[in-house]
């Protein structure tokens, strides 16, 4: 065993990625062994810091609105090629309300607008957009208003988008490919996780439908039923429907970025991860994609959680090896906090990890 890479997302609410790195590889002896970091996210928890490290920059700060509409201070990244990295969760997120703060018929995509004109008065004109963990659903419209507010009172949005923002382009990170509205859509499915009641999700779906016939007319398409629309409830869709929008899964776009392919070359072996794996991590998400990667140059790919269910269909998948970090018998309040998941990690490491390089 000469060359491992590390590329594990985030155990959301308890480390990030670089810190799930970091508990590993500091048990290892780095004298005995090659080892590669590589901070991962697939645009949601950890977004902003994983690209930055990949692409190099800076953080920078902005004075914007949360979902509830108070004042703010919100973090955004401008790498050395001068492109903007913007994880909308920083000014939209679920995690900036309390529980019973949270109410998607409330709660605003605003913030998000700020840091886009905050970005573009600072040089910026490329965007990448992480779409995850929000705790809106307004289909975008207030980040939309907090742009439309920024200029004249005499522009409207059209003028502008096709104007004053015609240089512009995003690049949306995302695992999600919900339509906006409909049974699968942004309201229907996530909603009930911000706080949504069984009518407001019906009203969210409709207000939706309604936005997306009023959008159609003002720009002359319609993307509503476009993969990805449905992201960061609806977000997905303002993006996609008013501006010179890409969606690309985030894994794969982080990892294009990091250069993970050419760090294949000669790695004995790829370790990767997230918070709890279970079916749902083949359908696209982080560790899924990297496996894909490994498979085509036959490198060993194992994954850890702090949970695991389905293991047997993750390993028929192609996972050589699955690991929980967590003892059956911990509760899962217990095991988030991260004292003890670090040593969680230090336990597995010891048990699993340095055996095969001795």
């Known amino acids: 065993m000469k060359k491992i890479i590390l590329a594990i997302d985030s155990f959301k609410g308890c480390m990030t990625s670089e810190e799930v790195e970091n508990a590993i590889s500091s048990n290892l002896n780095s004298k005995e062994i090659e080892i590669h970091k590589i901070p991962m996210s697939d645009g949601g928890e950890g977004m902003l810091q994983a690209f930055i490290s990949a692409m190099g920059g800076k953080i920078k700060e902005a004075n914007v609105h949360d979902p509830l509409m108070r004042p703010i201070t919100a ?20 995690t900036l309300m309390t529980a019973e703060e949270r109410n998607p018929m409330k709660a605003s995509t605003y913030g998000v607008g700020e840091l886009i004109i905050h970005a573009m008065h600072s040089g910026c004109r490329n965007f990448i957009i992480g779409l995850g963990g929000s705790g809106t659903s307004d289909c975008g419209a207030g980040m939309l208003r907090a742009i439309s507010d920024s200029f004249p009172a005499e522009k409207n949005i059209k003028d502008i988008i096709c104007n004053e923002m015609k240089n512009c382009s995003f690049t949306l990170a995302s695992d999600v490919r919900n339509p906006l509205y409909g049974p699968e859509g942004a309201a229907r499915i996530f909603a009930p996780q911000k706080g949504a009641t069984e009518n407001m999700v019906a009203e969210l779906d409709e207000r939706a439908k309604k936005f997306a016939c009023e959008s159609a007319l003002i720009m002359g398409k319609d993307t509503s039923h476009e993969p990805g629309a449905g ?15 890409t969606f690309r899964s985030g894994a794969d776009l982080l990892l294009d970025l990091s250069g993970f392919d050419s ?39 194992w994954l850890i959680a702090g949970r695991v269910s389905q293991s047997n269909k993750l390993l028929s998948e192609g996972f050589q090896r699955i690991y929980s970090i967590t003892p059956e018998c911990m509760p899962t309040e217990k ?6 998941a670090r040593e969680n990690i230090k336990r597995w490491t010891e048990a699993h990890l340095l055996p095969i390089i001795r």
Do not use: W
């Open 75 to 94: 973090p955004y990244g401008i790498t050395s090629g001068g492109t903007a990295v913007i994880e909308t969760a920083k000014a939209c997120g679920l």
């Open 231 to 245: 992201a960061a409830g609806g977000l997905g869709y303002a993006f996609l429907q008013y501006f010179h929008s």
């Open 263 to 301: 760090l294949l070359d000669g790695t004995d072996l790829v370790i990767t991860g997230e918070g709890h794996a279970d079916a749902q991590t083949l359908m696209g998400k982080l560790p899924e994609r990297l496996l894909r990667r490994s498979q085509r140059h036959n490198i060993p790919v």
């Open 335 to 340: 095991a988030v906090i991260p004292d003890i």
